[in-house]
């Protein structure tokens, strides 16, 4: 499979040697760096791992909520194609880099591990939150000290470091990869997989063109291959089950953050992004089309249809029926009934 093979060395990325260059950028950024797939999970081990980090990623408890950050992290960076700059689930500054390659998201480089110096001025979003039992810092088998030993940097600082890892490592990965597919592309070719007529039209072409063509070819032989990745709305899938399978109560996007264990503002933003519209008007127009149903296939009393769907002001319900249907719940049951009653012959 491609997404097994893309970090493989033997196939792709030399990852000594690109272990050596993570080391030189993380000398030179302050920053660590570490080289994730597209879950998350690390391809490579921490350039300079701060010790509150480290202390952190070795705890059960704590150590998935890293992952989940480098995972929820990366897919936002390569949504947007650049650098994505937030706070991990202890509020210290991290950075996703993106690496795509043939137009699919692969993994991405992780640099931080730093707190701002201008914290006020540049507000950045939590995309991950812990358990409440998890937030006593007093409790947690974490160093307070480390924590407060953190490299300090400017935001100004932080988005050129972003910025320049960006550039680089699009290149360098690049360069890597595209060398090491075209040495597989070849060696596929001259065991047959490609005819000769197709080497032939290739063979006085510039590298990058023999790389092009190449990938073309075999790309019209065995089809394109999708990469797995994690669906955002997977993210949101803890919310939307507890939504259906709790009709009859209210809740807060902020309660739905929390459950999906990620911040609020993270949420409503994919949430809006993933489901086409703000989380309040989603949940009201779903109550709604629950009302209608039990309008249309039971003989509950109207209050008794709102109490089950959590409205317990029969007002607001019928306020809030009529603002998505122009008519009032018992109009709307009107309407149905006439519409099921048999036309009396003349």
Known sequence: MMSQSLFDSEHSIDLN??????DSLSLVTKMAIILVDYKGVPVTKHSHCQSFCQSVRQDQNLSKYCQKCDSHAGLEAARLNKPYIYLCHFNIVDIAIPIIFNNQYIGAIMAGQIKLRDEATAPLEQIITRPAHLNDLDILPINKEHYNNLPLL??????????????????I??????????????????????????????????LQAFQEGLSSALREKEGK?????????????????????????????????SICHISSSYFSRLFTREMGENFS????????????????????????????????DAGYFIK??????TVTPAIYREIITQKRLPHKKR
């Open 173 to 206: 990965v690049g360069e890597m990869i595209h060398k090491n597919v075209a040495i597989d592309m070849y060696k596929n070719a001259l065991s047959g997989e490609i005819d000769q007529s197709t080497l032939e039209t290739l063979k006085d072409r510039s």
């Open 320 to 325: 809030t029926f009529k603002k998505f249907e």
């Open 17 to 22: 040697k690109w272990h050596k260059l993570q």
């Open 281 to 312: 008007m989603f949940v009201a127009k779903l109550k709604i089309e629950w009302a209608k149903e039990l309008i249309i296939t039971t003989n509950l009393s109207i209050t008794q249809i709102g109490e089950q769907l959590g409205f317990y």
């Open 225 to 257: 291959q999708s990469l797995a990745m994690t669906s955002p709305q997977s993210v949101l899938q803890p919310a939307l089950d507890y939504i259906y399978t709790h009709k009859n109560e209210n809740y807060t996007l902020q309660e739905m953050a």
């Open 154 to 171: 400017t935001y100004e600082e932080v988005e050129s470091i972003a910025d320049m890892l960006f550039h680089m490592s699009t290149y």
